[in-house]
Every structure is written in structure tokens, then in C-alpha cells.
T-cell receptor, first 111, second 114 residues
Framework: EDQVTQSPEALRLQEGESSSLNCSYT??????LFWYRQDPGKGPEFLFT???AGEEKEKERLKATLTKKESFLHITAPKPEDSATYLC????????????FGAGTRLAVHP | GAGVSQSPSNKVTEKGKDVELRCDPI?????LYWYRQSLGQGLEFLIY????????KSGLPSDRFSAERTGGSVSTLTIQRTQQEDSAVYLC????????????FGSGTRLTVV
């Protein structure tokens, strides 16, 4: 069964305290892994797509990495404005254009 | 338009009533998706439209749910005889060919069934 699991459910950091979020997945034949950011009351905002193990993508203080079983979103020296829910998603095994999402990690960065 | 537009942003309805939720995708995006997000849950796939192809309805939870997309653009999600468990945020997204560039989501419609 296709499944995406994110951990931790919630994470509280002090400003400047680096950490990582985890996304593990079970699908047949990975065709991409997607990271999104969601702010309260808004729809998810696309961040990255990763396609193959070893691939890395960076955007400001965020860096996403991919292995054969999981992805990490590394947050370096976070700021309060990085507070949001981070979602990862992969295409369903049988449907390239349909994404299955994890439940997300709620990140709070305090000054 | 510049983004995906959804209306209404909030809807409160009585149990048993029908509701219609509207999505106006980004111009030129051929793919349109509806997802549902319940409190504390991940996004649940509902339905997917791609161009003029038959929609993928495999995620619709019951026959009370239906959706259409007119002229390859605006989409309407209809929920008949609403139940309290239908309360959620309904998100619409659109994308250009495939999902290589990620979906662009609207801000959603928060549906509350009382």
C-alpha cells in the first residue's frame, strides 16, 4: 500500500537552531518526491521536487535530500518566518499525476 | 489569473443540504485536482481532471460527491446531503503537464456542516 509518513508531528526550535524533518515513503517505483510549505489558512506552496537517490535541492535556509526510502528537509539557522507546516508527497504507484501526502510536520521557530 | 482562486473561502451549511465549491485554475494549466484536508490530517486525494480525458474519480469518498470541469477551466465540486464528517478544508490545485513543477494550490474552502 502506498504510504507517506512524516516525523516528527511537531517541532519547536529556537531561532538559529538547525534541525531536520523526515519523510519516509513506500511506493512502487518512485517518480519524484515533493516538498511543500503550508501556512495557516492557506494552501500548500511548492518548494522542491527530487527524483533520484542522492539528489539535493536548496532554497534559502532549506535543503532537501533523497535516499531510496526517505527524504530529509534540513533547516539551517531557522528564523521565525520559517514557522509553517511542511508536507511531503509522492505520486501514487498507479497514477503519475496524483500525489499522496504525508500528514506534515508543524514547525515553530521562536526568537 | 495569477493564482488558483477558490470560492467561497468559508461555507457553513446545515446537515442534509447540498453545497457547491468552485475552483478557477491558473490559465493554461491542463490538470486540475481536488483534495480534502481534515483537521490534523494529511491531504486526501478526491478527483483529478486532465485536459479532455475522463476524470479520475477514484478518491471520491461516496456517491454524494461529484465534480465537473467546464471548458477545460473552472471546476465545481458538489457535495449532496452533507454530513458532519464532510467538514474539512477543500483544496483545489492546478498544474501544467505532469507534476514535475509541482501543483499550485488555492487557499481552499473551509466547509463546516452543523
Amino acid at each position: 500500500e502506498d504510504q507517506v509518513t512524516q516525523s516528527p508531528e511537531a517541532l519547536r526550535l529556537q531561532e538559529g537552531e538547525s534541525s531536520s524533518l523526515n519523510c519516509s515513503y513506500t511506493v512502487s517505483g518512485l517518480r519524484g518526491l515533493f516538498w511543500y510549505r503550508q501556512d495557516p489558512g492557506k494552501g500548500p506552496e511548492f518548494l522542491f521536487t527530487l527524483y533520484s537517490a542522492g539528489e539535493e535541492k536548496e532554497k534559502e535556509r532549506l535543503k532537501a535530500t533523497l535516499t531510496k526510502k526517505e527524504s530529509f528537509l534540513h533547516i539551517t539557522a531557522p528564523k521565525p518566518e520559517d514557522s509553517a507546516t511542511y508536507l511531503c508527497a509522492v505520486p501514487f504507484s498507479g497514477g503519475y499525476n496524483k500525489l499522496i501526502f504525508g500528514a506534515g510536520t508543524r514547525l515553530a521557530v521562536h526568537p | 489569473g495569477a493564482g488558483v482562486s477558490q470560492s467561497p473561502s468559508n461555507k457553513v451549511t446545515e446537515k442534509g443540504k447540498d453545497v457547491e465549491l468552485r475552483c478557477d485554475p491558473i490559465s493554461g494549466h491542463t490538470a486540475l485536482y481536488w483534495y480534502r484536508q481534515s483537521l490534523g490530517q494529511g491531504l486526501e486525494f478526491l478527483i483529478y481532471f486532465q485536459g479532455n480525458s475522463a476524470p479520475d474519480k477514484s478518491g471520491l469518498p461516496s456517491d454524494r460527491f461529484s465534480a465537473e470541469r467546464t471548458g477545460g477551466s473552472v471546476s465545481t465540486l458538489t457535495i449532496q446531503r452533507t454530513q458532519q464528517e464532510d467538514s474539512a478544508v477543500y483544496l483545489c490545485a492546478s498544474s501544467s503537464s505532469g507534476t514535475s513543477y509541482g501543483y499550485t494550490f488555492g487557499s481552499g474552502t473551509r466547509l463546516t456542516v452543523v
